[in-house]
C-alpha cells in the first residue's frame, strides 16, 4: 500500500515539470491602465504613467482596462520552427495586440455588462512573424469583466508567451494521469457499490463507494477546464461544483471513519465535521482556501477518529492514523498551493488504502459468516443425527417389534410417538430460534417414546412457564436425552423445568429425580451441543451447568431475557 | 442352556427373553437378566453351554472394554446391538455371533443355533484374539501365536509362541468350538495347534506323543491318534 502511494506521488511530481519554456521570455510586471483608447494598443505607446504590477494583481473586475508589456524577444528563436503564442486565462473577456495588431481575442470586452459578451477562460494566439520586431516588441491586453457573480481575488490566471500548441499538449500531458485516477476512483465505486447491493449490505462499503463518487465528481470538475473550453462566467459555477464535492467527500470520509473507528461518537465527530467545513467554507477567502479548509477538517476528523480505534484496538486503526495524518501534513505544508494535481494523486491514493483496507475487512466478514453458517450447519447436523443414531432409533424399533408381536395397539402408539419427535425434530432443526413451546413438545414426544421403549412412565411438567419465549432449538431436548440415559430409573419419573428470572436474564431449571445408576460419561456429546448451540446463539452471554443437588439432577441454564418473544406472539 | 441378558432397554430385554424361552423351549435350563457384565458372571456357573445376550450400549459402559471383558469370560457371547461398528472387532474375539437391532425370531434362532456342540464349525467366523484377565487387566492373545492349549482344572492355559503361559477362563470344549480348525483336540486335556506340530513320535515309556515347534511334547490319547494320522495323510 505504502509503496503504491509513494509511486504515485513520485510519478506526480515527475510529470509535473514546469512549462516555462526558457526559450522565451517571461512576462513578469504589466502596466496597467483603467480607461479604453485604441492607441493603447500601439507599440510605441508611452506607458510610463501607467501603474506596474505583476501580471496576476491585474483586475479586471467590473471595468475595463487595458494591459501592456513589453518583451525582448532572444534573436535565437526560430520563428518557423517554433510558432510564437500568447497564452491567456482569465476570468474576462479580452482583446490581444502584438505591436499595435489585434491578433486574436476572447469574447468582447466592453465598457459596461450590457457592452461586453463574454469569451472562453483560456486561449492561445498566434503571434504572426511578421508583427515580430527585433529588439522590444509590445503586448496589449484589452480586458473587462461584468459577468461574475463574485468577486474573486485573482481573476487573471496566466499570461505567457509560449511555442504555438506547447499549451495544449502540457495540459494534455498534466490530464493524462489524472484519467487515470478517474478510472481507478470509479472503478472503486461501482466495486463497493456492488459489494454493498449483493453481499452484506454493510454502510462501509456503501460510504466508500460514494466517497469515490465524490472525489470522482471533485476531480471531474477539475478537470473539464482544459478538456472542454467553457465561457468565463461558469467558472464560478464550477468552482462551486468542486467545494461541493470536497465537502460531501469531506463528510463521507468522516462518515466512513466513524463507521468503522468510532461508532459511538458519531454524532459529535460528524457534527464537529460539519462545523469545521462551514467555517472553511463561510470565512476562508478564495475558492481554493475554501476548499483547503474543508478538505483539512474532514481529514484532522478522520485523524481523531482512527485515534479513538487504535485505543479500542480496532484493526487497521493505526494505519489509519499514520497514513491520514501524514496526508494531512504534507497538505498543508506543500507550499505550492493546496488543490492541484498533486492534491489528487495523494487523495486517490489514500482512497486506494482505503479500498484495500474494506476489502480486508469484507473478507474478513465474509469468512466470520462462512464459519458461523458452517457451524451452524454442523449443529443441525448434530441435532438431527442424534436422532437416526442407532442406539436411539434401533432400540426404538426393536421395542416396537416387541410391542407389535405382544400388544399391536400399544406398537402402533409407539410408532405414533416415534414419528411425532422425529416430525417436531425436523421442522424445528434448521431455526436458529424456537418457541418454548415447541422445545416442550418435542421433549413430551422423546418422553412418550421412552415411556413406551422402558414400559415405564416418563413426564415433563412446566407450570408457569412462558411457553412464547425463544430458545435455541433441541437444547433441552438434549438434557431430557441425557437425563434420561444417565439414570436408571426403575418406575419412571417426572421432570421439571422452572423458570426464573435474574434481571433482564432468564434461568431455566431442569430437574431430574436422580435414582442412583450411572452418570458422567456420556455426557459429553450432548453438553457440547447445548454449549455450541448457546455460544451461536447469545455469543459468551449464558452460563450452564449440571449438577447433582439431593436426589435431584438438575440441569441449569442461563440466558438473555427474549426481548422478541412478545412481538413475535 | 444357561441364558443370561444383560440389557438396560425394559422392553428389548423383555423380547430378547419371550423368544428365547420360544426358540429353546425344552432346550433352556436357566434364563436371567442382569443389570451388568459382573452380574451375568455371577449368575453363570462354568457350564460350558452357559450365553450372555450382550447389549454393548450399557449406559455409563464403554462398549468396548465390556467386549473385551466378556471376551475374556468363561461363557459364550452373543452381541446384541443398535451399533454395528463394533461387530469385526467383536467376531476377532470370539463372539457366537452379533445380531444387530431390531431383529426377528428367526435372527435370534440362527444366533443361538450356533451355541449348539453340534453347530458345524466351519459356519462359524473363528476368533483372531483370545482375551485372557490378569490381575484385573484383560489382554488380548493372537490365535495364531497359540501353540497349545492346556486343560487346568476350571481354565485353559494357553501356551504362545513367545514361551509365555496364559491363563484363560473358557473350558477346553468351549475353546474347541470357537477355534478354527486348526486347533485339535490330542488329549482330554490337550488342544494342539497343527500348525505348529513336526513329528507325532513314541517316547521311551511307550507313550504317543506330539513334537512342537519349540520342543515341547504333548501326550496324545489313542482315541485321537488315529484321526491324526488322517489329518496327517490327507495333508
Known amino acids: ?569 | 442352556m444357561h441364558v443370561v441378558i444383560v440389557e438396560d432397554e425394559t422392553v428389548v430385554a423383555r423380547r430378547i427373553e419371550r423368544l428365547v424361552r420360544r426358540i429353546l423351549g425344552s432346550d433352556l435350563a436357566t434364563i436371567g437378566m442382569a443389570a451388568s457384565l459382573r452380574d451375568a458372571v455371577g449368575m453363570l456357573g462354568r457350564a460350558d453351554d452357559a450365553v450372555v445376550l450382550l447389549d454393548l450400549n450399557l449406559s455409563g459402559e464403554d462398549g468396548f472394554d465390556l467386549l473385551h471383558r466378556a471376551a475374556a469370560e468363561p461363557f459364550q457371547t452373543i452381541v446384541v446391538s443398535a451399533n454395528i461398528d463394533r461387530a469385526v472387532e467383536a467376531f476377532e474375539l470370539g463372539v457366537v455371533d452379533f445380531v444387530p437391532k431390531p431383529f426377528t425370531e428367526e435372527r435370534l434362532a440362527k444366533a443361538l443355533a450356533r451355541v449348539m456342540p453340534r453347530q458345524h464349525p466351519a459356519e462359524r467366523r473363528a476368533p483372531t484374539l483370545l482375551a485372557v484377565t490378569l490381575a484385573g487387566r484383560v489382554d488380548l492373545i493372537p490365535v495364531a501365536s497359540v501353540i497349545a492349549i492346556h486343560g487346568a482344572d476350571d481354565y485353559s492355559e494357553l501356551e504362545t509362541s513367545d514361551g509365555r503361559r496364559h491363563l484363560h477362563k473358557k473350558t477346553l470344549t468351549t475353546l474347541q468350538r470357537l477355534l478354527p480348525g486348526d486347533f485339535q483336540r490330542v488329549h482330554r486335556s490337550h488342544l494342539v495347534n497343527l500348525r505348529f506340530a513336526r513329528s507325532m513320535i513314541t517316547d521311551t515309556s511307550g507313550r504317543r506323543v506330539l513334537r512342537l515347534a519349540n520342543g515341547s511334547c504333548v501326550p496324545v490319547s489313542r482315541t485321537h491318534a488315529a484321526r491324526l494320522r488322517q489329518i496327517e495323510d490327507s495333508a
Not at chain 1, 522590444?136 to 468577486?151: D, G, K
Not at chain 1, 466517497?211 to 462551486?240: C, D, K, N, T
Not at chain 1, 484493526?315 to 505544508?333: D, F, I, P, R
Open chain 1, 1 to 569: 500500500m505504502v509503496w503504491m502511494m509513494a509511486a504515485i506521488v513520485v510519478a506526480a511530481l515527475a510529470t509535473g515539470a514546469a512549462l516555462a519554456n526558457p526559450r522565451y521570455p517571461h512576462i513578469e510586471n504589466v502596466r496597467v491602465a483603467v480607461g479604453d483608447d485604441p492607441l493603447w494598443a500601439a507599440a510605441d505607446f508611452d506607458d510610463r504613467g501607467w501603474e506596474e504590477m505583476p501580471w496576476y494583481r491585474v483586475d479586471p473586475q467590473q471595468r475595463l482596462l487595458w494591459v501592456r508589456s513589453e518583451v525582448t524577444l532572444p534573436n535565437a528563436v526560430d520563428m518557423d520552427a517554433a510558432p510564437l503564442a500568447v497564452a491567456v486565462a482569465a476570468l474576462a473577456s479580452y482583446e490581444v495586440y502584438w505591436n499595435g495588431e489585434r491578433i486574436g481575442g476572447s469574447g468582447t470586452p466592453g465598457a459596461d455588462r450590457s457592452l461586453e459578451l463574454p469569451g472562453n477562460l483560456d486561449t492561445t494566439h498566434y503571434v504572426p512573424p511578421r508583427l515580430l520586431r527585433d529588439g522590444p516588441n509590445v503586448l496589449a491586453l484589452r480586458m473587462s469583466s461584468f459577468h461574475l457573480r463574485r468577486e474573486l481575488r485573482r481573476p487573471v490566471h496566466w499570461l505567457a508567451l509560449a511555442e504555438y500548441g506547447a499549451i495544449e499538449q502540457w495540459v494534455l500531458k498534466q490530464r493524462l494521469p489524472t484519467i487515470a485516477m478517474a478510472g481507478a476512483l470509479l472503478l472503486g465505486a461501482v466495486y463497493f457499490a456492488m459489494m454493498f447491493l449483493t453481499a452484506q449490505r454493510d454502510r462501509g462499503s456503501l460510504l466508500l463507494s460514494l466517497l469515490s463518487l465524490g472525489v470522482l465528481a471533485q476531480l471531474v470538475a477539475e478537470l473539464v477546464r482544459g478538456l472542454f473550453p467553457y465561457p468565463y462566467p461558469l467558472h464560478i459555477l464550477r468552482l462551486e461544483v468542486i467545494l461541493g464535492a470536497a465537502s460531501a467527500s469531506g463528510l463521507l470520509l468522516v462518515a466512513y471513519a466513524v463507521e468503522r473507528f468510532a461508532l459511538d461518537q458519531r454524532r459529535w465527530l460528524l457534527a464537529l465535521t460539519g462545523v469545521a467545513m462551514a467555517a472553511s467554507a463561510y470565512f476562508a477567502p478564495g475558492f481554493d482556501s475554501k476548499t483547503a479548509g474543508v478538505i483539512l477538517s474532514a481529514l484532522v476528523v478522520v485523524v481523531a477518529a482512527a485515534g479513538v480505534g487504535v485505543r479500542r484496538g480496532v484493526a487497521g486503526a493505526k494505519t489509519t492514523v499514520v497514513v491520514a495524518a501524514g496526508l494531512l501534513v504534507w497538505l498543508v505544508s506543500r507550499p505550492e498551493g493546496f488543490v492541484d494535481r498533486t492534491y489528487y494523486f495523494a487523495v486517490t491514493a489514500f482512497l486506494l488504502f482505503l479500498f484495500v483496507q474494506q476489502v480486508g475487512l469484507l473478507r474478513r466478514v465474509q469468512d466470520a459468516t462462512a464459519m458461523a453458517q458452517l457451524r451452524a450447519a454442523r449443529l443441525e447436523l448434530e441435532l438431527l443425527k442424534r436422532q437416526i443414531q442407532p442406539h436411539f432409533l434401533m432400540n426404538s424399533l426393536t421395542a416396537v417389534s416387541e410391542w407389535i408381536e405382544t400388544d399391536p395397539k400399544t406398537g402402533v402408539r409407539m410408532i405414533e410417538a416415534l414419528a411425532g419427535e422425529l416430525r417436531a425434530l425436523a421442522a424445528m432443526s434448521d431455526k436458529a430460534l424456537v418457541p418454548l413451546a415447541d422445545e416442550l413438545e418435542l421433549c413430551r414426544q422423546h418422553l412418550e417414546v421412552m415411556s413406551y421403549r422402558k414400559d415405564r412412565r416418563y413426564t415433563l411438567t412446566s407450570e408457569g412457564v412462558d411457553t412464547a419465549q425463544r430458545l435455541p432449538p433441541g437444547i433441552l431436548h438434549t438434557l431430557v436425552e441425557n437425563a434420561l440415559t444417565h439414570n436408571a430409573h426403575a418406575t419412571g419419573a417426572m421432570l421439571r423445568l422452572e423458570v426464573s428470572k435474574r434481571g433482564d436474564r432468564r434461568v431455566y431449571r431442569l430437574r431430574t429425580p436422580h435414582a442412583g445408576g450411572a452418570t458422567g460419561g456420556g455426557e459429553g456429546r450432548g453438553h457440547a451441543y447445548v454449549r455450541a448451540r448457546l455460544q451461536e446463539t447469545y455469543g459468551n452471554d449464558w452460563a450452564f451447568s449440571a449438577a447433582h443437588v439431593d436426589d435431584e439432577w438438575v440441569d441449569t441454564i442461563e440466558m438473555p431475557e427474549d426481548a422478541d418473544a412478545r412481538r413475535h406472539r
